[in-house]
């Protein structure tokens, strides 16, 4: 192990990590202390932004939700999954989505890999009432889409609520 596989590249910033030599990439020990030094990258500079653990983060599968056609339309990417891989419910106001991602082979032989497996859940609060019983859901090239319309009890735009002064203004003698 030379002095550079100690030092903590930023992984992130689009500076390539220098490449390992064969022999010790082999090296179990040396592929541990990249893999923590990899996962302390991904966390802390994952503050003020978007974590990401090997491109799975604390926020995976990442989202967009945005309001569309007189409802919401939530889109969830979720590659090598299948749609029979993933739950979706609405209640109270919250959409959850929850799955799991298995393992294509079940050997431990693995030399090396990148892929993380297991299961996931994402929450997400509604920013408007919707109709659950309408709501559709449609999975294609690995992108979950779910349109919620919009219930008939929303009300289109919010109300301005007037501030005013509550402290009573005193004047200097």
Do not use: C
Request: proline fraction near 7%; glycine fraction near 10%.
């Amino acid at each position: 192990m030379s002095v550079r596989d100690l030092i903590p590249w930023p992984r992130n910033a689009g500076t390539p990590a220098p490449t390992a030599l064969s022999s010790e990439a082999a090296h179990p020990f040396l592929t541990l202390h990249r893999e923590v030094n990899r996962l302390f990258d991904d966390v802390f500079t994952g503050f003020g932004s978007v974590p990401s653990l090997a491109g799975r983060g604390l926020t995976w599968p990442t989202v967009e939700l945005v309001e569309a056609d007189g409802g919401l339309r939530l889109a969830a990417e979720l590659p090598g999954l299948d749609e029979t891989d993933v739950e979706l419910l609405i209640e109270d106001g919250v959409l959850t989505l929850r799955g799991e991602k298995r393992a294509e082979t079940a050997d431990r032989a693995r030399g090396y890999s990148e892929r993380s497996y297991g299961r996931f859940e994402r929450v997400i609060a509604l920013p408007v009432p919707v109709e659950a019983d309408k709501a559709e859901a449609t999975f294609r090239s690995g992108v979950l889409t779910v349109t919620l319309p919009r219930s008939a009890k929303a009300p289109d735009r919010g109300r301005r609520i007037a501030i005013n002064g509550g402290g009573t203004q005193t004047t200097a003698h």
